[in-house]
Nanobody
Framework: AQLVESGGGLVQPGGSLRLSCLVS????????SGWFRQVPGGEREFVAA????????IHTDSVKGRFTISRDNAKNTMYLQMNELKPEDTAVYFC????????????????????WGQGTQVTVSL
């Protein structure tokens, strides 16, 4: 399986970015997926997750109301729409996937995911 993130970059505070994660080598609809982020020297922290069916989503408190996770199973792609970006959102963002036969899982912990992308840098700065 391969997960490839894109859409990162430099944006001013208050701006928006949309991250994409293209998944290949898996039947994407059978897998839940999530976004994590990591700053240098820090732990990889949970941002958001979406079930394989797309019917269940969760977001960590610090991004609620600003970020939205979504997926298009026909395109084997997951998205993270990030609005009202803040300097503290600066990090490398990683997508991840794990098996979700029932289409209901939204794991929050790193160890719960078997497949990972290489990450995309998001920098929020003037």
């Amino acid at each position: 399986a391969q997960l490839v993130e894109s859409g990162g970059g430099l944006v001013q505070p208050g701006g928006s970015l949309r991250l994409s994660c293209l998944v290949s080598g898996l039947t994407f609809s059978d897998y839940c997926s999530g976004w994590f982020r990591q700053v240098p020297g820090g732990e990889r922290e949970f941002v958001a997750a979406i079930s394989g069916s797309g019917g269940v989503t969760i977001h960590t408190d610090s991004v609620k109301g600003r970020f939205t996770i979504s997926r298009d199973n026909a395109k084997n792609t997951m998205y993270l729409q990030m609005n009202e970006l803040k300097p503290e959102d600066t990090a490398v963002y990683f997508c991840a996937a794990d098996l979700d036969i029932l289409g209901t899982r939204t794991p929050r912990f790193r160890y719960q995911y078997d497949y990972w992308g290489q990450g995309t840098q998001v920098t929020v700065s003037l």
